[in-house]
């Protein structure tokens, strides 16, 4: 958690600076991008909210994303992530979305993608999408990387 709340503090930093504020969905993460940027003192200033869509009802019901909505959408993918972060950046009128989507494992998930493969996204003033495959089956390994990647990406977003 030390090197995800590190990274959180740079980003609380630029957040604040600029006056910005950001509302997060994760998915394989469980909440760790989310307790990251919100152990920062301060979090008020920039932290709006965040979902954990998990499911397909967490999808419907926290995102308000309709299975109609996701007619040539694969979960788990980029495209999938991008309309996460749209979304929740658009349910929260926040500046910044952020999103994470995968498999942390053991096992792969039922849409085909291998443990390790995770997909994040933001969406705001800057906005770009990436792929990660760490090829490890290790669950918690996994939700870490996955997290410190969703935040690296803001950061780098946030720092253009």
């Known amino acids: 958690m030390k090197e995800l709340v590190a990274i959180a503090e740079q980003i609380a930093a630029k957040l604040i600076e600029r006056g ?92 085909g993608d291998a443990a390790g493969h995770s997909c994040m996204a933001v969406a705001g003033p800057q906005a770009s999408v990436i792929t990660l495959e760490t090829g490890s089956t290790d669950r918690q390994a996994n939700m870490q990387v996955f997290a410190a990647t969703a935040l690296k990406l803001l950061l780098q977003n946030l720092s253009r």
């Open 20 to 111: 910005e504020r950001i509302a997060v969905a994760e998915s394989s993460t469980g909440g760790l991008i989310s307790a990251a940027l919100l152990a920062v003192p301060g979090a008020s200033a920039y932290f709006l909210g965040s979902a954990v869509v998990y499911t397909r009802d967490a999808r419907r019901v926290l995102m308000d994303i309709p299975d109609e909505a996701m007619k040539g959408i694969r979960p788990s993918s980029e495209v999938y992530a991008q309309l996460l972060a749209n979304q929740i950046r658009q349910r929260f009128a926040s500046d910044w979305g952020l999103s994470e989507t995968g498999a942390t494992g053991p096992a792969g998930n039922r849409y």
